[in-house]
Every structure is written in structure tokens, then in C-alpha cells.
């Protein structure tokens, strides 16, 4: 393991003694199935790991096939998220800037997003990659490689740790975080058949810790905890600080990943035409996003359904101030001695 790396398991989590690809997805699939579960929440039911996170049946197999099988390299570059923080903002970001020079951001009407949705650009290990029973072959994809994740700090792949590659996280504030959530599920669910949910049943759910990935507050400080004690392997953004100044975090990130911005590329307004390209109100009317989809395990996603409002705040037109309040105590009590403060703080 090298000794630059912060993460800390060495060899994957799970014996294996599959033979064949088929037999590794069955001996996790098998073992996954006997954990407890819960009833299907938002539109699956959520099996809990016993590193003690939840997620639906197949991505939890996927993330334990990548973490016996993913060949990482310290190049790679893995986006680290829960579902609906932004991952779809930060891979649009990470892909634009890694790809500067080959897609120019100016010259939009050439760029691959008119063709394909981020999701589609950088692709997640657990629900794209290692699915459907087999192991991809990623070995001849050019240096930097861009993933994506939304497992817990405690369960990327093995490899992942010991390469000492890049994670870049974002974090968003728990309330806008579920009721994206919850207007994404709705969606899935009205197409099995199934009745909405309330905010009130999935926030319940959420402050149980009961949601995609979650517990909400374990995957935020894991994250947070791995930044604090190596800055240049695990970069730590926040959705909120990235509306209000998009252009600052992009050069972070480009410095990050080793690609800063040049002294013409500042002044050729390089990093203000990436803003430009990834920003909320570009991405939605591109056509990749009005009549793309994105194959996912758990089902087939309209690109569209990845944009909604793309604001911060939004949780006030659903929730109550009584489950606010809730959730936010929860956050503070959690977050405590942590370093991290609430979003919405000072
Ligand atoms: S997923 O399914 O986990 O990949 O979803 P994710 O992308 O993490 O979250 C979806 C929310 O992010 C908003 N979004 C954006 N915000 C700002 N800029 C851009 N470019 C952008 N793209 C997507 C999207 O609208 C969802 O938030 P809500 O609050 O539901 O609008």
C-alpha cells in the first residue's frame, strides 16, 4: 500500500472464491440477499452492509465485485457522492476540465455533452460498470480515468486505497439532498405502478438513516474525515459554495487533479466556459439531456431526470419547519467536533 495513501483497507472486505465472473456476482448476490432489509425505500427495498450503510440489491453487489476486482491507478480520479448532491454537476465539471484540451469548453456546440449526459461521460463502478455479471475490462482506458461512486469512504474499492488515487466529494445540505431525492424516486415509482411517497415517510426514513447510501451523516464525515487528514488525496466540496462561486471551484479542482489553469487560459476566460457549460441552465437544454438515457442497474434513467431545479434552499417548499428543525439537529449533534459545520452556517 503506498504510503501517501489514506485509506486504509488493503485487500477487499469480502472473501472471494469465485471461479468465474457469474460466480462472483451469485456468492455476493447470495450473501447480500440474507441481510436485513428494509421495505422498498424509495423504489427498492435498501439492504444494510455490514460496514452498516444501505443501498438496493445490485449496486450493493456491484461495489463489492469492484472492491474484489477494480485494478486501480494512482491516475484515476473517483467522484464520491450520495445520490443527489450534485454528482451529476461535478462529473459534467471533472470531465470538462480533464478534457479541456481535445473538447474545448468554447466551443460548446462540438462538445460530447451534446451527444451524452455526464453520467454517460464518466460512468459509476457500482451501477455501470460492474453489473450484469461481469467484469469490465478498463485496462486500455487512457490515464486520467474519471469514475464515479456513491459508496461510503469505508467501502471503495481496496484498490482504490492502496493506489493513493483522487476522490473528489461533494457534499449537499441534508434537507435539498432528500427532497431530491424524493422527487427522484417518485419518479421510478409512478413507473412500477407504485403510489408516492410523502416527504414526511421518506424524511423519516432519512433520519433513521434509512436512505440511498446513507446514513446521510456517516457518508459526509468519512468523506470529511478522509479530507481533513490528506487534502491532496480527498477533496471536499459543498454544493451551496459551489452556486455561489462555480468558477473558484473549478480552478481548485483543475489544481487538484493536477491540470491547473494556465496564464492564457485565465485569460482566455477558459474556466468561465467550462462554468458556462456545466451550469444548470446550459446542461438542461442540451439535447443528450431532453432525450437521453443513462443505463443504470436499477433501471433505465431519462437524462432529464438528473436536473430538477438545481437550487439551494428548495427543501422549504416541501418540508415542514418541524422535520427542518429535526434534521438539522441531527446534523449539528453529528457534526459536532468534527471540523465540518452545517451547510447554512457560517
Ligand atoms: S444522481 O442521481 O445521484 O446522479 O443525482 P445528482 O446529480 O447527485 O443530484 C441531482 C441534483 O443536482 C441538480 N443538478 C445540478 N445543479 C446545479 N448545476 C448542475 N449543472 C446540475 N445538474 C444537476 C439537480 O437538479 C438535482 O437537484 P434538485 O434539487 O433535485 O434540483
Excluded at 254 to 272: H, I, K, N, R, T
Excluded at 302 to 330: K, M, T
Aim: proline fraction near 8%; include cysteine.
Amino acid at each position: 500500500m503506498s504510503s501517501s495513501s489514506v485509506l486504509t483497507s488493503p485487500s477487499p472486505s469480502h472473501e472471494v472464491d469465485a471461479e468465474t465472473d457469474e460466480e462472483l456476482y451469485k456468492q455476493f448476490t447470495d450473501s447480500v440477499s440474507s441481510w436485513p432489509s428494509s421495505e422498498p425505500m424509495p423504489f427498492l427495498p435498501l439492504y444494510r452492509h455490514d460496514k452498516g450503510w444501505y443501498s438496493s440489491l445490485m449496486p450493493m453487489v456491484g461495489a463489492m465485485v469492484a472492491d474484489a476486482r477494480f485494478a486501480a491507478r494512482p491516475s484515476d480520479i473517483i467522484v464520491a457522492t450520495l445520490p443527489k448532491s450534485g454528482t451529476t454537476w461535478i462529473k459534467a465539471l471533472l470531465y470538462a476540465t480533464v478534457h479541456r484540451r481535445e473538447h474545448p469548453a468554447d466551443a460548446a456546440a462540438d462538445h460530447p455533452f451534446n451527444s451524452l449526459g455526464p453520467h454517460e461521460c464518466v460512468n459509476f463502478l457500482e451501477y455501470q460498470l460492474y453489473t450484469n455479471n461481469r467484469v469490465p475490462d478498463l485496462g486500455r482506458l487512457p490515464d486520467p480515468r474519471l469514475f464515479a461512486t456513491h459508496v461510503p469512504f469505508t467501502s471503495l474499492p481496496s484498490a482504490a486505497a492502496a493506489s493513493g488515487c483522487k476522490v473528489v466529494y461533494v457534499c449537499r445540505d441534508p434537507k435539498d439532498n432528500l427532497i431530491s431525492m424524493w422527487d427522484f424516486a417518485n419518479k421510478f415509482r409512478a413507473r412500477e405502478g407504485q403510489e408516492p411517497m410523502s416527504p414526511e415517510a421518506i424524511a423519516e426514513l432519512f433520519c433513521l438513516g434509512v436512505s440511498p447510501s446513507g446514513p446521510y451523516w456517516d457518508h459526509v464525515l468519512g468523506y470529511w474525515g478522509a479530507h481533513v487528514a490528506r487534502p491532496e488525496q480527498v477533496l471536499f466540496f459543498r454544493y451551496e459554495e459551489m452556486k455561489l462561486d462555480a468558477a473558484a471551484h473549478v480552478r481548485r479542482l483543475a489544481e487538484f487533479v493536477g491540470l491547473p489553469f494556465s496564464a492564457e487560459e485565465e485569460e482566455g476566460g477558459v474556466v468561465d466556459a467550462i462554468v458556462r457549460l456545466c451550469s444548470f441552465d446550459h446542461m438542461i437544454g442540451l439535447e443528450a439531456t431532453k432525450s437521453g438515457k443513462t443505463e443504470l442497474v436499477v433501471g433505465t434513467a431519462a437524462n432529464s431526470s438528473f436536473f430538477r431545479r438545481g437550487q439551494v434552499g428548495d427543501w422549504a417548499n416541501h418540508l415542514s419547519p418541524e422535520i427542518a428543525q429535526r434534521i438539522d439537529a441531527i446534523t449539528e449533534a453529528r457534526f459536532n467536533g468534527s471540523g465540518l459545520r452545517p451547510s447554512g452556517t457560517k
